[in-house]
């Protein structure tokens, strides 16, 4: 136990931080001294757009199915495909890529781990570990950083009682590029930490806000001279009939020389709903997500089928594809090279709805150079990477549908259509 001592101690303890731990972001206001301001690690919990924009990258994410391919034939048996089909006992297929796209959306990086049993060759269980509960060795022991030679170190898993040490042929990491730290992934909410704690800030204030909203809120105006324990009653006589909740459609009636002066918000308080609105659209355009995706109605945008449909089929083509090209790459580096495997992985698009629209109008778009003389129906099946055929480089002109031999140039008209 000695030996893991000094490892153990420059573990860090996750906690949310407090106004002590960020003295460098002051905030003077009434919440300051009840309420936490939060890490990014914390956003999932306390941030509601960060949460929606989450769940909708993972559970999308998911839906791809993932595949094995030898020889550009489909695997559908053997240890390798119940590897992928069923990690572990507790875990399906679609949990592993859910889990590792949640943890790599929160933290830029995810981890499998081999299990607790693993003792070398092909591995027969996979675990997702939590990213902040894992260190790498050149943290925990100090000294020089030298990434090169840190990439060869172990790393630690901290659970609640033990310190797991693994060895790094015992796990996958799904890292995205850090430029502080070659060997860590780094938080993509990193630079919106200001944005998220005002708008939890914004939150609150808001609430604080609509518990004091009932109607009549405002001024009493009098042109009698009154002393101040009269005031006191009227004020208090005001607040049983007509305060908080209780004025809600109720009609105040005003003594002889007495006027109500309602209160509207005040320029500051309009500005906390720009705010919410201006950090709702920063955390989707960091997560690259359209608005049409996460159901908000936006005015300046057009609400037809046509426009929800692009903006669907858009957010799989630059947002969530380029995601799972990065995964199948790290999977063929990490785990089908490195232990030399015959097949590969991929993820299987043609079953998303949201593609297939794109298909479709890519197909008419072939056709119709074709039927312009611009390809040939070879020239259509080499690009999608399949087998041309015998007649393939001949193309028919629209009206007499004459075939022309592309090659000879021949218009003999054999095998013209009616």
């Not at 905030?27 to 909708?56: H, K, R, T």
């Not at 947002?319 to 299987?348: A, W």
């Amino acid at each position: 136990m000695k030996l893991f001592t000094p490892l153990i101690n420059g573990i860090k303890t996750l906690k949310l931080q407090t106004k002590a731990d960020r003295p460098d972001y002051p905030m003077d206001d009434e919440f300051q001294n009840n309420l936490p301001i939060l890490s990014e690690s914390g956003a999932y919990l306390y941030s509601a757009w960060v949460n929606i924009a989450v769940g909708i990258l993972i559970r999308n994410i998911a839906r791809a199915e993932f595949g094995l391919i030898r020889g550009g034939n489909d695997v559908t048996s053997g240890p390798l495909f119940e590897l992928f089909r069923r990690p572990n006992r507790l875990m399906s297929g679609y949990d592993l890529w859910k889990e590792t796209a949640a943890w790599w959306y929160l933290e830029g990086e995810a981890f499998w781990w081999f299990g607790p049993d693993y003792d070398g060759g092909l591995p027969h269980e996979i675990y997702i570990l939590d990213p902040r509960r894992v260190r790498h060795e050149s943290v925990t022991a100090g000294g020089v950083h030298d990434p090169f030679n840190q990439l060869k170190k172990r790393w630690f898993y901290q659970t609640d009682t033990d310190l797991i040490p693994i060895l790094t042929d015992e796990l996958i990491q799904f890292r995205d590029w850090n430029p502080w730290n070659p060997i860590r992934g780094v938080n993509p909410l990193a630079a919106l930490a200001l944005e998220l704690e005002q708008d939890y800030y914004a939150n609150k204030a808001n609430s604080q806000l609509l518990k004091n909203n009932a109607i009549p809120m405002g001024i009493l105006k009098t042109d009698q001279t009154i002393r101040p324990e009269e005031a006191d009653a009227l004020e208090r006589r005001w607040e049983s009939k007509y305060g908080a909740v209780k004025a809600n459609r109720k009609i105040a009636v005003l003594g002889k020389g007495t006027s109500f002066e309602p209160l509207s918000f005040t320029p500051e308080v309009v500005k906390l709903f720009e705010l919410k609105r201006w950090n709702l659209y920063t955390i989707l355009a960091k997560y690259g997500i359209p608005p049409r995706v996460a159901n908000i109605n936006d005015k300046s945008s057009n609400l037809s089928g046509k426009d929800t449909a692009e903006q669907h089929s858009a957010f799989w083509q630059y947002t969530l594809i380029p995601t799972l090209r990065q995964f199948e790459n790290i999977l063929e580096t990490q785990f089908f090279i490195c232990f030399g495997l015959r097949e590969t992985g991929k993820f299987n698009l043609g079953d998303i709805p949201e593609l297939q629209e794109s298909e479709d109008a890519q197909s008419n778009r072939d056709i119709a150079e074709i039927n312009a003389g611009l390809k040939t129906i070879n020239d259509v099946l080499k690009e999608r990477g399949k087998e041309t055929k015998p007649w393939g480089d001949k193309w028919y002109r629209p009206k007499n549908l004459v075939p022309v031999n592309v090659q000879s140039g021949d218009t003999s008209g054999e095998g013209h259509g009616e």
